[in-house]
């Protein structure tokens, strides 16, 4: 089965600065992916290569066997990938209902329809239903997003990367700023949406990290030190200096 | 529809609301039908088709301003545009008889708002923001320019004509008469605010409102921003379109004056005033302003630095408009505390219109001896006579200023407090978020 993410030889450069150094990376279909590694390692900006925002100097990023590292956001989202930011990146102004239901618009195929009525379109409200009910907002549904608790924007933030179906997800640090009992609700809340798709998640909070991921990989200044499954990262020495030893320290 | 959908998501509206909704748009029809009946004077027949065609202007603008997030400074050009191809769409009309008649040009006049929208927002909507305001006051500039240039089209200074009675007639109704104009322009601006107010409703209508709020988050949900804004200003042309060619019927001339800075201030202006975050704002702004512009006109010879001071009070101390102001007393209403502010409101007027009063004199005063300085210094403003030379006028104007000033401060502040005290009443009993 072909990956599901590859990036190959991918580098970023910002004027001299090299922000992404030769990364080669490969997410199988239906895997949990963590992505670790300390502050300023570039991880948000993987995640912004990958996901359109920001196009690599060099090499090539790759969704399900196709090349992507050219196309603007919407057009990867289109392929069914998603993602969240980590800082909370919502319709502020519109209820928690339309900001859901924004999210839903494109993957019903309802494009740019300038000539149907929006509240009359029963598979739109379906799947907005759905999702509010999994993401546990519905008694909030007509609060401004603008308005909520952060633990409650954050759910939302997840609960629009997910509405539109797509079976890539890439959550950029989403247990950050929590409790830990809203990170634990948090937790389960990725766990169950994102079943049976693919997951890479951005996450400094290590027990969120080897509670949830089948494999992790390490982002040190731009370059991935070590990938494999958390019991090989453990015990990874190069890992335990480079991150998780200054973490013990 | 599943019950996970019944039970979860908002409901649909019920019967009674249904007929709520329908019965604004009867009462609306209605009174657009009485109108005409109670004020028979060509006067009023006239401000009440400038208005019609102010709202269908503040609507179209408002479709990029209000729900689409993009500040644009030439918005006259499909205005001006529609109108002159109006003007010769009806001669042409005219010269080759034609079986179009007048009910129809507006349609004319919309289809090349919406061309010239299409031809030049695909570069101007790749941004919003600074980039998209400066284009198009760019382009406003271009096409204001060339009005003057490009004489045979344009027709300079003077502008084309037309006569509108000559048009191939329908009914046999001749459009000579305001009333007839009246009518037409009714009946059109109730097309165009329906049409506008459904736009709203439909998918591209609600994601404008998502390019406005977050044109980034947008990108990551599978839309195009570009392309939202690109539909939002065609829609927007189109309906400008409309109001410039009824204004060119109205007026039975174009000319450069509907495409200049401006006519995209005044809707600019008039949709702001009224409230970007309501559909209802620009009509309530255009109105306001339509009836001001006539009236104030007539009071005062600096009838625009009122228009402007007006303007600046609003966007600083009420940026969500007069319907904005409106609404924020919907929950105390609702919640039955509004009388604990109305006191409040009483106190705080009479300071408040002292201190208007005031200034209002002094800008009176100093017009007079910076524009007419040799002049007979005994003036009228506003339809009250007083002598601008005199002390007692200068001292009068300080005190008021002065005086209402530090009094409407301190009524202010109890307006405020009464303010909290009822909203958070209103918040305990649930009716404010």
């Known amino acids: 089965m072909s990956p599901a993410i590859e990036l190959r030889g991918v580098e970023k450069t910002f004027g001299i600065t090299s922000v992404i150094r030769n990364v080669d990376l490969k997410v199988a279909q239906g895997e949990r992916h963590a992505l670790i590694g300390p502050n300023g390692a570039g991880k948000s900006t993987l995640f912004n290569l990958i996901s359109g925002y920001m196009k690599p100097s060099v090499g090539q990023i790759l969704l399900r066997d196709e090349v992507i590292s050219n196309l603007p956001p919407y057009q990867i989202n289109r392929r069914g990938l998603s993602r969240s930011f980590q800082v909370t990146n919502v319709f502020a102004n519109m209820t928690v209902w339309e900001n859901i239901r924004c999210a839903v618009l494109w993957a019903t195929g309802q494009r740019y329809a300038f000539w149907k009525n929006i509240d009359k379109l029963p598979e739109v409200r379906e799947r907005t239903a759905q999702i509010l009910q999994d993401i546990s907002l519905t008694n909030r549904r007509d609060v401004p997003a603008g308005l909520l608790t952060y633990a409650e924007q954050r759910a939302l933030e997840i609960g629009i990367t997910i509405a539109g179906g797509a079976d890539v997800i890439l959550l950029d640090e989403p247990t950050a700023g929590m409790s830990h009992a809203e990170t634990e609700r948090a937790v389960a809340l990725i766990r169950r949406l994102t079943e049976g798709r693919t997951l890479l998640i951005v996450e400094h909070d290590m027990s969120v990290v080897f509670g949830l991921a089948d494999r992790i990989s390490v982002l040190v200044y731009g370059q991935i030190i070590a990938s494999g499954t958390p019991e090989e990262i453990r015990g990874n020495p190069k890992v335990k200096e480079a991150y998780l030893g200054e973490e013990a320290a | ?433």
Not at chain 2, 4 to 30: E, R
Not at chain 2, 141 to 168: D, H, M, P
Not at chain 2, 192 to 219: H, S
Not at chain 2, 365 to 391: L, R, Y
């Open chain 2, 1 to 433: 529809m599943s019950d996970l959908a019944t039970s979860v998501a908002p409901p649909l509206p019920a019967a009674a609301d249904k007929i709520k909704f329908y019965g604004i748009w009867l009462a609306v029809i209605v009174a657009l039908l009485v109108l005409p009946r109670v004020f028979t004077s060509g006067g009023s027949l006239t401000t009440f088709s400038l208005i019609g065609i102010s709202i269908i202007f503040a609507l179209s603008y408002n479709i990029l301003l209000g729900q689409t997030g993009m500040l644009s400074f030439g918005h006259a050009v499909y205005y001006g545009l529609g109108g002159f191809l109006a003007i010769h769409a009806i001669n042409i009309v005219v010269r080759n008889k034609l079986a179009i008649p007048l009910p129809l040009i507006p349609l004319i006049g919309g289809v090349t708002g919406l061309l010239f929208a299409a031809l030049l927002g695909w570069v101007s909507t790749r941004r919003s923001g600074t980039a998209f305001a400066m284009i198009s006051l760019g382009l406003a500039e271009l096409v204001a320019s060339s009005a003057l240039i490009l004489r045979t089209f344009f027709g300079g200074e003077a502008g084309v004509s037309a006569n509108r009675t000559k048009v191939y007639r329908l009914f046999d109704w001749s459009f000579g008469p305001q009333t007839q104009i009246y009518y037409l322009v009714a009946a059109w601006t109730l097309l165009a605010i329906v049409a506008m107010y459904a736009l709203t409703r439909t998918p591209l209508g609600r994601m404008c409102n998502a390019v406005r709020d977050n044109p980034e988050r947008v990108q990551f949900v599978g839309y195009d921003p570009h392309i939202i804004r690109y539909l939002a200003f065609c829609f927007s042309g189109f309906f400008a379109g409309i109001a410039g060619a009824l204004a060119a019927i109205n007026f039975e001339i174009a000319n450069s004056a509907y495409l200049g800075a401006v006519q995209s201030g005044t809707v600019l202006f008039a949709t702001y005033i009224g409230g970007i975050g309501f559909f209802i704002g620009p009509i309530v702004g255009a109105i306001f302003v339509t009836i001001l512009s006539l009236g104030l006109s007539d009071l005062t010879p600096v009838w625009q630095l009122y228009f402007g001071l007006i303007f600046i009070a609003v966007v600083m101390y009420a940026p969500g408009g007069l319907t904005g102001l409106l609404m924020m007393h919907r929950p105390l209403i609702r919640a039955g505390t509004l009388t604990r502010v109305l006191p409040s409101y009483a106190v705080a007027f009479v300071p408040t219109l002292a201190m208007i009063t005031g200034l209002m004199l002094a800008i009176e005063t100093v017009v007079h001896f910076t524009v007419n300085p040799g002049d007979d210094s005994h003036i009228k403003s506003f339809g009250i006579p007083f002598d601008a030379a005199s002390p007692y006028i200068w001292t009068i104007a300080a005190l008021l200023i002065v005086g209402g000033f530090v009094l409407a401060r301190k009524s202010w502040t109890r307006v405020a407090h009464a303010w909290d005290e009822a909203l958070g009443s209103a918040r305990e009993k649930g009716f404010a978020a």
